[in-house]
């Protein structure tokens, strides 16, 4: 167990419909990261949270939205599902703040989400 | 721009075999260098990672040198079992436009099976 934790582990839906992942980071890391995972593009770095603040983007749609809350968990809200959404989406949390050059991120077990 | 390219897969081995995953990277400054694993049904976990040029990170039998003439930071295990059978994940850590964020970078992975 990393520490950190997300839900839900798997998830099927339709296409047009709108789902939220949720990702609980480490005990006391500030930092929370999306990224999502497919066979055709790898590991993409989705957004970054730090102490509530969206800190960065990556290459995350306007169709996608996440936010971090005061208790530091974060939601990645997906919207008008495409079939190529379909992916595992990862979340990472890390101690230091974003200008931690040395910062490690310690991944969540990941939400696969299927879009029918 | 900042990127990572390893080795494409699968590989192969035997239990006992050498074992080498190329990575290479481009960017500028100077990065830190991460290999994560992931097992299979999980999430990504930091295997070692290196901070500055002829560093040595190393865990679990498995290392790699920060060669920065290179750019390269490759992976190699002397003695390979089957329990290593995972795909291997380079990483670089980069600075983001601003001067102030870091982004993890990751390569496309590299499956590694060992067989008995």
């Known amino acids: 167990d990393s520490g950190v934790t997300q839900t839900p582990k798997h998830l099927i839906t339709a296409t047009g419909q709108r789902v939220t992942l949720r990702c609980s980071p480490r005990?006391?890391?500030?930092?929370v990261y999306w990224y999502q995972q497919s066979l055709d593009q790898g590991l993409q770095f989705l957004i970054q949270y730090y102490n509530g603040e969206e800190r960065a983007k990556g290459n995350i749609l306007e169709r996608f939205s996440a936010q971090q809350f005061p208790d530091l968990h974060s939601e990645l809200n997906l919207s008008s599902l495409e079939l190529g959404d379909s992916a595992l989406y990862f979340c990472?949390?890390?101690?230091?703040?974003?200008?931690?050059?040395?910062?490690?991120?310690?991944f969540g077990a990941g939400s696969r989400l299927t879009v029918l | 721009g900042n990127s990572v390219t390893q080795m494409e897969g699968p590989v192969t081995l035997s239990e006992e075999a050498f074992l080498t995953i190329n990575c290479t990277y481009t960017?500028?400054?100077?990065?830190?260098l991460f290999w994560y694993v992931q097992y299979p049904g999980e999430g990504l976990q930091l295997l070692l990672k290196?901070?500055?040029?002829?560093d040595k990170g190393s865990n679990k039998g498995f290392e790699a040198t920060y060669r920065k003439e290179t750019t390269s930071f490759h992976l190699e295990k002397g003695s390979v079992q089957v329990s290593d059978s995972a795909v291997y994940f380079c990483?670089?850590?980069?600075?983001?436009?601003?001067?102030?964020?870091?982004?993890?970078?990751f390569g496309k992975g590299t499956l590694l099976t060992v067989n008995p």
């Open positions: 005990s006391g890391d500030l930092s």
């Open positions: 960017a500028t400054g100077y990065p830190s």
């Open positions: 290196a901070t500055k040029a002829d």
């Open positions: 990483a670089l850590l980069t600075l983001l436009s601003g001067g102030s964020n870091y982004k993890l970078t």
């Open positions: 990472a949390s890390s101690a230091g703040g974003p200008s931690s050059g040395a910062n490690v991120l310690t």
